[in-house]
């Protein structure tokens, strides 16, 4: 069964520092992986995916994600972080049955 | 483009009742997913539906129950409620089945009491 995994509660950061939210999975077959951001009282909105090609990808608001094979992790980064990305982080692997299994979450909280 | 939208936002029910929630998808799209939110079991998959046709089921009881109609909106019921029930739930559309991206509602949040 595939899993994910976001070793991470919280994350604190300051304003304009560089970012990291870690995630690492388990899946049989290859990877199609994914970031979301939830924000208070909202659903979740789609950042970016790997589903082949570049192990570096590019998602909206300046956010990138980096796909490591050998260690199984696809980690969420952003150069200079700003407080309005404050918010509840989810990485999540998708299946052939086209389910997807989300991690557990990362409250990033950026301080100004 | 109009986002997903979910009715109601909010719902206070008893034990023992039943619910019905709803989902309207972003028009085009014909894949509808369903999920739940709650802070013990963070976010799991209850069911998809694509044509009208549930496609892929999570691990939930059969209480939990769902189906598309033609215009693709799709409703999910929830019978002999439970305090455990009580969670945010999420729906997601997508164009079809092989697409990768889901955009999500804002959910309903479903207190039973």
């Known amino acids: 069964a595939q899993s994910v995994a976001q070793p991470e509660d919280q994350v604190n950061v300051a304003e304009g520092n560089p970012l990291t939210v870690k995630c690492t999975y388990s899946?049989?077959?290859?990877?199609?992986l994914f970031w979301y951001v939830q924000y208070p009282n909202r659903g979740l909105q789609f950042l970016l995916k790997?589903?082949?090609?570049?192990?570096l990808v590019k998602g909206s608001y300046g956010f990138e994600a980096e796909f490591n094979k050998s260690q199984t992790s696809f980690h969420l980064k952003k150069p200079s972080a700003l407080v309005s990305d404050s918010a509840l982080y989810f990485c999540?692997?998708?299946?052939?049955?086209?389910?997807?299994?989300f991690g557990s979450g990362t409250q990033l909280t950026v301080l100004p | 483009k109009a986002g997903v939208t979910q009715t109601p936002r909010y719902l206070i029910k008893t034990r023992g009742q039943q619910v019905t929630l709803s989902c309207s998808p972003i028009?085009?799209?014909?894949?509808v997913s369903w999920y739940q939110q709650t802070p013990g079991q963070g976010l799991q998959f209850l069911f998809e539906?694509?044509?009208?046709?549930?496609?892929n089921k999570g691990n939930f009881p059969g209480r939990f129950s769902g189906r598309q109609f033609s215009n693709s909106r799709s409703e999910m019921n929830v019978s002999t409620l439970e305090l455990g029930d009580s969670a945010l739930y999420l729906c997601?559309?997508?164009?079809?089945?092989?697409?990768?991206?889901?955009?999500f509602g804002p959910g309903t949040r479903l207190t039973v009491t």
């Open positions: 539906y694509f044509s009208e046709t549930q496609r």
């Open positions: 997601a559309s997508s164009l079809g089945l092989d697409s990768y991206e889901q955009y």
């Open positions: 790997y589903i082949t090609g570049d192990n």
């Open positions: 028009s085009g799209h014909r894949s």
């Open positions: 899946v049989s077959g290859n990877p199609y």
């Open positions: 999540a692997v998708r299946d052939v049955a086209r389910q997807l299994t």
